[in-house]
């Protein structure tokens, strides 16, 4: 909160020593006597600035009511009074017994209507807002209803008794008082994101709905059929308000009204597991627009489920790629942010921990964000962790008005895309263990998919499917079987247990075969082998499973019996081709040991296996049954033992590509050693070989014999880039330098065409879309999301 006009005032009540009369009074015993109570102590040393009854004066804002206070605990707001605020509040020296009742004064006028509980049939309630009193054609509530005005899952616990009384009898003059504390009645204010304005459009016609957001050169309008319009200044010239709010005061029977309210009181957001009734389906159109999107379009992780990150787009190429120019930069709370973001009809969805937020892509502003509160709780027993320092986000799925996220403490959240409301939160995990969650879930038909981080601690990976519509899991694939289970062969000792897994990248699906490809993490523990001898499956492969039965269909190893870390949560890249004369299905992946596979994605049949770095020391090659050829001397020992590639890979997570006009893959590699120490069981010590320093490349590999056709060397430490590519039909290859620039390069020749310094250690993948006839390309930097587009002429 700032306001200015107090800090002005405060200061101002300091210099002319009224500040510390105020203060005297208060510390005089005289005129405080023992049992006061908290409005008479209010009284005497409040009044002054926060106004009588704590609603507000010109020196302080009010304390009853007050949204930021509705979080705070007794001890919390007895802090404030004890501490005051540098500059705007004075410290108040009270006896304790005084403090604590002040404080509990406070606090009661600030209560939510979920703490009041007031009395009342809340079943009844709920029945009048989804019958009768017409609610849902306008508010969600968990997911059931519209979104034409604000989403009230969580309404008992952001609003007081008072305030939801005041809502239902008064709209306009709620929101009034919710918009006036920060913001002139003719200005959009974030509070007033659900004002009713009329806008009148340079073409002659008037639009009506909500502005969802405002600046000087755009708005954001939602419209009552609840469509975006996203609009620049050039194509409005009038933005009227109305006084009016669209929702109509609340009619009903004495009865009626109690009910209503302990309805409306006990709704503290929907953490509470899936939904037991069952919504609309997904319109088939929905899930056309993430099996084929129209082009321009990202809604999903890689822009198609197909894992390729290369675009059909032309507009920006090979030509006109020089002209290239920022057009707009977003940032978030985050400092890492790892989101690729996703775009649907115009609306850019970003992520970082915990938070997802909507932006107008051409614009760049914010039309909502969503933050999780870190105490959600989970419903079941098994729990996946908080990440206490926020596990970065990968990014986020897309379904029609549904968005997607993994949580830090892996729980998978549906949000409305047009309210950010939450409409359910599910946690995944059902076992024991350290399972977090950063992967971009991945949407299948009408399914959505996430896995799971935290392998290298002990866990049983898994990835699981939950009906887009209600979160109810639909299947779950164990990363790791089952003692007795097929496979359980392959682990001997007792790691077999939490023998690891994780499934922390997002694969991919082909809709010819119905398969979903997910590529698994590595084994714990991660480099002591001596209780899983075997090879350890399905850790370091990739998995194919029937996408509606989550049933194993065939899976291929990449690296049997792993003691390097070297998981395989590379991009899994679905390309139909031609090999070696022969139109194939292919899968390919660059893995993070080092070789450079081709895989017949039908059946698992290896067809190419070649090193893409020239360090590799712990295989010779891979033979003809697909099994590395393993090399001497490459097992962690206590004294330490060097073997290249390096712990982080040959390459990593970040995205690849295959362009099919230059029948070129490209990836970001990294030319690296390591020594591996032995250190116990589950710890080990990778350490960089002092003789020879990484290297890094951005590589164009020819698929049918894997030979590196071009390269780009990369100036700076390695070890800091993590930025993947993305490809486009406009021939252009776009990356993050690891010197810390963005460039583009001719997809052909590897030669860069462009670049833009943001002295970024880049820790993201670029992606395209086009939003009104225009390509831009996005990434995020640091703690923001920037929107390149060639400039208009
Ligand atoms: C000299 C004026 C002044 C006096 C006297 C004063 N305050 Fe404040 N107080 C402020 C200002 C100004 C702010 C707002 C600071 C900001 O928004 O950054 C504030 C903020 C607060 C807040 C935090 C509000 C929030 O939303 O987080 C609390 C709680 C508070 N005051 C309680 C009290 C209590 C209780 C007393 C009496 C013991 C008191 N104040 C006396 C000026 C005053
Ligand atoms: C025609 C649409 C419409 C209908 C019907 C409607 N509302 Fe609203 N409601 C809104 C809009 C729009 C707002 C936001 C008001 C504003 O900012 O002007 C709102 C605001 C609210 C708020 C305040 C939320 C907040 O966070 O401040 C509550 C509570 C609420 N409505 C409850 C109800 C209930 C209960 C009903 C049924 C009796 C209902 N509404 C019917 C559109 C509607």
Redesign the pocket.
Known sequence: MTHNFSWAAAASLVAAGFWVASLGAAQNSSASAPGDSGEVLYAKNCAVCHGAGARGGDRAPGLANSRGLRSQSEDQIAAVIRTGIPGRMPPFELPDSELKTLAAWVRSLNISAFDAKPDGDPSAGEQ??FGT???????MVAGRGKA???D?SD?GR??TLG??QH??DD??G??KI??SSACPPWAWCP??????VNVHLRNGSTLRG?ARNQGKHDLQLQTLDGRLHLLEEREYDQVSREKA????P???TAEERRA?IAY?SRLGGAAGGPLTSEPDPISADAIQQVLNPKPGEWPTYNGILSGNRHSGLEQINVQNATRLQLQWSYSLPSSELQTTPVVSDGVMYVSAPDQVCALDSRAGREIWCYTRPSDTASPSGAQGVGAGGGSPNRGLALLGDRVFLTTSDAHLVCLNGLTGGVMWDVNMPDSPGRYSGRVAPLVVGDIVVAGHEGGDGPLRGFLAAYKATTGQLVWRFWTIPRPGEPASETWRGKALETGGGATWLTGSYDSETGLLYWAIGNPFPPTDGSEREGDNLYTDSVVALDAKSGKLRWHYQFTPHDLHDWDAQEPLVLVNTRFNGRDRKLLIQANRNGFFYVLDRTNGELLLAKPFVKRLTWASGVGPGGRPQLLEGNTPTSEGVRTCPAVRGATNWYSSAFNPATRLFYVMTVEDCNIYKQTGRGIYTPFQDPANPPEKYLRAIDIETGKIVWEIPQVGAPEANYSGVLSTAGGLVFYGETGGGFAAVAAKTGRTLWHFEAGQAWKASPMTYMTSGKQYVAIASGNQILSFALPER
Do not use: Y
């Open positions: 009048f807002f009193g017409q609610c849902a054609s306008c508010h034409n005005g604000p009230l309404t952001s609003l305030e939801l809502a239902l709209p306009a709620a929101a919710r918009s509070q007033n994101k659900w004002a009713l909500f709010s669209l929702m109509p609340l009619k009903a209503l409306l």
